[in-house]
């Protein structure tokens, strides 16, 4: 079974640094895009970007480029979002989610999303 | 950037049809993905290529694209349908840029 499992809940102040993590499983990681989604409370789905773990080509969002910074590790299939300073405005929560069939393709499966809290 | 147009909210009752349209400039030129977002829940895709369920979708789900409307037709609505339903799309205009829709509450009265 293909899955994406992610990284816990994070409660932050506004100001520092976070890092949230995605691990694939069921299927080989380095050959499927990997997307990353934001739905602040009570909104709708917003693409921030999305990375290639094999080669780790990125691509971002222009609303979210130099905002956030995606990376991967192919070793341990697992991709991540991150934060150096983050803001109120971050707080949502986040998917991670698999892109299929090619560039015009859809995001299948998502992983079960991680809720980012940042309040001083 | 190019935009996608949902109406904020559809009603319909258990048994009958609901449509849900998405609305973008010569949106019949791109291929049109559809998910489900049920409260509290990741969201799922109902619908890929315009038109194809994945393996698990009720064949009360189907899609169609033409022209500047593409639509989301659940049939014989049950009240398990009662969630959020988003369109999405890449953008070729932008490299790599994939937009949804705006989204669209169904409630089963």
């Known amino acids: 079974e293909v899955q994406l499992v992610q990284s816990g809940a994070e409660v932050k102040k506004p100001g520092e640094s976070l890092k949230i993590s995605c691990k694939g499983s069921g299927y080989s990681f380095t050959s499927y895009w990997i997307g990353w989604v934001r739905q602040m409370p009570g909104k709708g789905l917003e693409w921030m970007g999305i990375?290639?773990?094999?080669?780790?080509?990125?691509r971002y969002s222009p609303s979210f480029q130099g905002q956030v910074t995606i990376s991967a590790d192919k070793s341990i299939s697992t991709a991540y979002l991150q934060w150096s300073s983050l803001k109120a405005s971050d707080t949502a929560m986040y998917y991670c989610?698999?892109?299929?069939?090619?560039?015009?393709?859809?995001?299948?499966?998502w992983g079960q999303g991680t809720l980012v809290t940042v309040s001083s | 950037s190019y935009v996608l147009t949902q109406p904020p909210s559809v009603s319909v009752a258990p048994g009958k049809t609901a449509r849900i349209t998405c609305g973008g400039y010569n949106i019949g030129s791109k291929t049109v993905h559809w998910y489900q977002q049920r409260p509290g829940q990741a969201p799922v895709l109902v619908i890929f290529y315009d038109s194809d369920r994945p393996s698990g979708i009720p064949e009360r789900f189907s899609g169609s694209n033409s022209g500047n409307t593409a639509t989301l037709t659940i049939s014989r609505v049950e009240a398990g349908d009662e969630a959020d339903y988003y369109c999405q799309v890449w953008d070729s205009s932008n490299d790599h840029n994939y937009v949804f829709g705006t989204g669209t509450k169904v409630t089963v009265l």
């Open positions: 990375i290639y773990p094999g080669d780790s080509d990125t």
């Open positions: 989610a698999r892109l299929g069939g090619g560039n015009s393709g859809w995001f299948d499966p």
